[in-house]
């Protein structure tokens, strides 16, 4: 398992990356080997703005539907086109080009209550 110390983590199995003003939020390392194959992404919520712990949109794996929980509320600029032919990107690159979507948050403090990649680690125990 891989805990990136440059994300945020939620106890959903999200995670939040920061770049400037923008965050890119994904579903975690754990989430994505405890889901297995990843066949479909739908986020529905593009332009729109998401409340903190609302759906934003769901991951299919081929045994199971997933929602996707939005860590802090802000409004969905964009999803990553490329999980649409390529939802195995979630798997093989969770952190990097399995991104799910791009949000501005409304409320950057909100990162503050998600935990680091030593507690994430902790709390899934591996």
Known sequence: MRYPENVKYTNDHEWVRLEGDICFIGITDFAQNELGEIVYVDVTT???????????????AVKTVSDMFMPATGTVIEFNSKLE??????????????????????????????????????????
Not at 46 to 60: H, K, L, M, P
């Open 46 to 60: 593009e332009g729109q703005v998401v409340d903190r712990n609302s759906v934003f949109g769901s991951i299919e």
């Open 85 to 126: 032919d390529h939802p195995e990107l979630v798997n093989d690159d969770p952190y990097g080009a399995g991104w799910i979507i791009k949000a501005q948050l409304s409320n950057l403090s909100q990162l503050d209550a998600m935990m680091g990649a030593a507690q994430y680690k902790e709390w899934v125990g591996k």
